[in-house]
């Protein structure tokens, strides 16, 4: 909703002040389909050359987030955090039993109470993977927060390809409107013995060009990138919490206080209160017993 607000505040502030100065449409309008046929089609045409077919559907998918915000939300949080207690718990009450939750997630009692976390593979495999290496005695924290690390760096890494695309595209706009702009002032030297009104509007049709390439870039494809770089920087807080409650787990730390590390290490904004989580693994206590 905030994305649509912002949208409508620049179209508003921009066009309103040009209105309220006295301009007037009627060139900009005369202009427009030219203009942004050359620096929009251009634009395009550069963002499909630097990227491969995996890297525009992922752009393409990830414009969603300006509008949607971040994937996971505080009731996404507390529910990983159970999830977690519950697996660590099993894990040190039977760590047989733990392998048939960790080896097929989708028909694990344990997962199906979380459906969300289930169906995001990223966090699953994480969780499983990590469980998994404990179990086989590949359980040094230092190692395999360092293996997390890397892991998740890569994940992220992947994950801003699109927001740096766009800010390509960005970064190319003003270039694009001075191309377009050019292109206008060749067609006004094309008509130099024209009286000054029609060389006036060519002029000012040209200047067209620099206007909306400078205003797509700033007003909307550079904000569009930086805020679809911001969501997926708070969507890794998710991924983050999964390291942070099982390397506690590593260390030996009860099971209350692993999801407590966790549950600190969480960003405020989504972070659970200390109470409400510890009445919700109190449930899960009772529920196992």
Known sequence: MIGIIGIVVVFVMVFGGFVMAGGHFDIILHSLPYEMTMIGGAAVGA?????NGAGVKHTLKDIGKVFKGAAWKPQDYRELLCLLFELI????QNPVALEEHIEAPDSSEIFGR?????????????????????TLS???????????????????NH????????QTVA??????????????????????????????????????????????????VGPFASKMAMV?????????LIRE?????????????????????????????????????????????
């Open 159 to 166: 994950a801003m390809h699109s927001s740096h695309a766009m």
């Open 245 to 289: 409650v099982l390397i506690a787990n590593l260390h030996n730390h009860p099971a209350n206080m692993c999801i407590e590390v966790g549950r600190q290490n969480t960003p405020h904004h989504v972070r659970p209160s200390y109470g409400e989580l510890e009445e919700a693994m109190r449930a899960l206590k009772r529920e196992a017993a």
């Open 232 to 240: 997926v920087q708070e969507d890794a807080h998710f991924y983050k």
């Open 114 to 134: 979380y459906p969300k976390v289930l169906k995001d593979h990223e966090a699953t495999e994480l969780i499983c993977d990590t469980l998994r290496s404990m």
């Open 47 to 51: 963002f499909l050359i630097a990227n």
């Open 89 to 92: 718990r099993l894990a040190r």
């Open 138 to 156: 590949y359980d040094d924290p230092m190692q395999v927060e360092e293996v997390l690390d890397k892991r998740m760096e890569a994940s992220l």
């Open 171 to 220: 970064d190319g706009l003003p270039a694009l409107g001075i191309v377009a702009a050019v292109l206008g002032v060749i067609k006004t030297m094309a008509a130099i013995d024209q009286p000054p009104e029609v060389l006036g509007g060519l002029i000012g049709g040209a200047l067209v060009g620099t206007f909306l390439g400078v205003f797509l870039a700033y007003g909307f």
